[in-house]
């Protein structure tokens, strides 16, 4: 993979496209959650509706939380809105980045593309954080015959600017041939002694 753009072994496998769909289908549903709390008794979840949304790797189908009197109006999808701009490195950057709360609020605030309330914030954001501490402590195989190591330079904002910084990739090749993104680590700088502190 060396010298390899990281981003197209992710296109061709869609290995980002189930946690993709987890965070904004977690993210929904707690917009939702939000919605009927501020609504008038009597309204209620009512099942789902099914939406493809195009993002820059492809197109992901997520189920939209429906209310009874047909009131919510997303904001992270908007009703007749199909794409994410912008989507990939947000994920990837919002994964790379330790999940701070201050960070995942930037990261949300950059892609609803609007200003909301600090409830909602606070909901979609402990939504996300449930989702995010599942993935990091899910278990790892015992052994992955081939792991490859790369870095991507991604743009992120920090403290309202924007700097170019490394997004370190471990991606494991499991016995049976299908891979798993191992673990996502945001650096200034690419190298080796990254690398050495992650086997250490």
Same mark, same amino acid.
């Given at each position: 993979?060396?010298?390899?753009?990281?981003?197209?072994?992710?296109?061709?496998?869609?290995?980002?496209?189930?946690?993709?769909?987890?965070?904004?289908?977690?993210?929904?549903?707690?917009?939702?959650?939000?919605?009927?709390?501020?609504?008038?008794?009597?309204?209620?979840?009512?099942?789902?509706?099914?939406?493809?949304?195009?993002?820059?790797?492809?197109?992901?189908?997520?189920?939209?939380?429906?209310?009874?009197?047909?009131?919510?109006?997303?904001?992270?999808? !908007?009703?007749? @809105?199909? %794409?994410?701009?912008?989507?990939?490195?947000? #994920? /990837?950057?919002?994964? =790379?980045?330790?999940?701070?709360?201050?960070?995942?609020?930037?990261?949300?605030?950059?892609?609803?593309?609007?200003?909301?309330?600090?409830?909602?914030?606070?909901?979609?954001?402990?939504?996300?954080?449930?989702?995010? !501490?599942?993935? @990091?402590? %899910?278990?790892?195989?015992?052994?992955?015959? #081939? /792991?490859?190591?790369? =870095?991507?330079?991604?743009?992120?904002?920090?403290?309202?600017?924007?700097?170019?910084?490394?997004?370190?990739?471990?991606?494991?090749?499991?016995?049976?041939?299908?891979?798993?993104?191992?673990?996502?680590?945001?650096?200034?700088?690419?190298?080796?002694?990254?690398?050495?502190?992650?086997?250490?």
């Amino acid at each position: 993979m060396a010298g390899a753009d990281p981003k197209t072994a992710f296109e061709s496998d869609g290995l980002l496209d189930a946690l993709k769909k987890a965070l904004a289908e977690r993210a929904l549903n707690a917009e939702m959650d939000h919605h009927l709390a501020g609504e008038e008794a009597g309204n209620t979840r009512n099942g789902y509706g099914r939406k493809t949304v195009t993002t820059e790797t492809g197109r992901i189908e997520l189920a939209i939380p429906r209310d009874r009197q047909a009131t919510f109006d997303p904001q992270l999808i !908007a009703r007749y @809105q199909r %794409r994410f701009p912008g989507f990939d490195d947000k #994920i /990837v950057s919002m994964y =790379a980045r330790g999940m701070s709360t201050r960070e995942i609020v930037g990261h949300l605030r950059e892609l609803y593309g609007i200003e909301v309330s600090p409830d909602l914030i606070s909901a979609v954001t402990d939504a996300v954080l449930e989702e995010v !501490a599942a993935w @990091q402590a %899910r278990p790892l195989e015992p052994v992955y015959p #081939i /792991v490859f190591f790369d =870095a991507l330079r991604i743009k992120v904002r920090d403290e309202g600017v924007v700097r170019n910084k490394a997004v370190h990739i471990a991606l494991g090749v499991r016995a049976d041939g299908s891979k798993e993104i191992l673990g996502l680590w945001l650096e200034q700088n690419e190298g080796a002694k990254f690398w050495l502190r992650v086997m250490n």
